[in-house]
């Protein structure tokens, strides 16, 4: 399953434990405040309880929702789009 994470989080401490967290886990960053990747349910349900315990529950929001690799395939991207196949999991390196 392929995972999106998408956060507004206030305070830089709390945010950067959140970003910390999603890549320690192997999401990318594919715009500022949004993560994806191809992880086990497991690794989000660790993730989630992680960030449940890091955020302030009353002002910040984390989006975290899972996509089949058919379902992202059909994704509309205006302008410059993500890599998808590092996101899928098809390719697990890359170099620039």
């Not at 886990?25 to 191809?38: A, E």
């Not at 992880?39 to 989630?48: F, G, R």
Request: glycine letters at 6%.
């Amino acid at each position: 399953m392929i995972y999106f994470l998408i956060y507004d989080i206030s305070g830089n401490k709390a945010r950067n434990r959140v970003i910390n967290y999603s890549k320690n886990i192997g999401l990318y960053r594919i715009q500022k405040s949004v993560f994806s990747g191809n992880t086990s349910i497991e690794n989000i349900n660790v993730l989630k309880e992680k960030i449940r315990k890091t955020i302030d529950l009353e002002t910040d929001s984390v989006f975290i929702f899972g996509v089949s690799k058919d379902q992202m395939d059909k994704f509309e991207v205006i302008g410059q789009d993500f890599d998808r196949e590092l996101i899928n999991g098809e390719i697990t390196t890359k170099f620039l």
